[in-house]
DNA sequence: GCAATTTCCAACCAAGTAGTTGCAATTGGC
DNA sequence: GCCAATTGCAACTACTTGGTTGGAAATTGC
């Protein structure tokens, strides 16, 4: 098993991300990263250096992740309600990276958040939004994706308030799945529509 | 300072909801608690029982503080939207209640969750919600209020992707405060008109 | 003032923590 | 088969935690 630093490597970075995700950053136990992935302890500090790199490494591998696993496409407010209702299933079958992202927040200071989260990736997502939503500015497309990226990152992290929907716990997932994809498409047809509304009373450039 | 029982609990749940506020419920120090209420640790484990009881207290209380503060009244869509608005603010100025949920509900499990935050509560605030919007059905109040309260508590706990909204903080406040209150009253105009629709279609009871 | 209760103080316990170290065993390139 | 790098093992350090305990001091109703 060893001279394969690169396998060691992923190793741990899986066993990382199920750990920081179940218990956050101060609860993850860096025994137990080590043992699950059946690597010794020492290398984490090796490859990774503290702790706390380790958690950022995690988050930004797992963003990358579910970037590209679900990626914004089409045009008009069905194709940007289309990817909600996506990001939404992702989310809603692995609960990771919303709970990585929601420990970063509770955990870690204003300033002390991680590149990765901070603007670097995001940005990417502001991008394309205002490429499905043709006209719509920069601002807006951003007030839509934190909109949107809250609700579907939200619901995994909130055990609590699903209990006001009635059925088994698949049929509150398909209500909130209707619901967030609603929402997305309504607002981004209002966004689309101002937009149009704008362009029409100042002809820009 | 001694015999004054009432005034020895309120220091202590201050305290508490401070600690817990800060580091959630398994970083929260019982000795800090103990400390900034200037009261002894075994006072603590004398009033309020374990760690876990004394943060379902926190939690209970806040959530009747903020639900007292911030009432829903008035009727149509736009009344909700500044229900929305109010509750924004309430969060931005003191996220300790959006915080302590979402410690809640990434520390606990599904099951262990506190009775506060599982149905007792929430459950009034949709009743709140049919009032409001008259002919709008239960699930439907449901899945607008927990739309609402996921942008209102998401922005407080999520440093990290308020960066994607240009300006000062207070001026990207201002403005996510806008974009939520229009998410509020559109997708509250959309489920009343349903709800007419509905209505006129099949005249019911 | 007296008695009952509440509180403070300080130490204590068993358990668990991040991070380090020295050494032997394993592995791959050659 | 040899050598150099990687790895497993196990112990260790210095520290922190939730929770408990025993006795002395402070407070209030009467």
Known sequence: MAWNTERTKELLLAAATAEFSANGLAGARVDRIA?????????IYQYFGKKDDLFDAVLAAEMIRV???????????????????????????????????????????????????????????????????????????????????????GW?????????????????????????VRTATLMAGALLTDARAKEAAHPGV
């Open 67 to 153: 970037m590209t696993e679900v990626p914004i496409r089409g045009s008009g407010p069905e194709a940007f309600g289309d990817y909600a209702g996506r990001l939404f299933d992702r989310h809603t079958t692995d609960g990771v990276l919303p709970r990585l992202v929601f420990w970063e927040g509770l955990e870690r200071g204003r300033e002390t958040v991680s590149r990765a989260t901070r603007t670097d990736h995001c940005a990417i997502k502001v991008g394309q939004v205002m490429d499905v939503l043709p006209g719509v500015d920069r601002e807006d497309a951003a007030d839509l994706l934190i909109t949107v990226v809250t609700l579907c990152d």
């Open 156 to 180: 995994p992290v909130l055990p609590q308030i699903d209990a006001l929907l009635a059925g088994s716990a698949p049929d509150r997932a398909v209500r909130r799945r209707a619901a967030i």
């Open 35 to 43: 043992a699950a992935a059946g690597v010794n302890k020492e290398r």
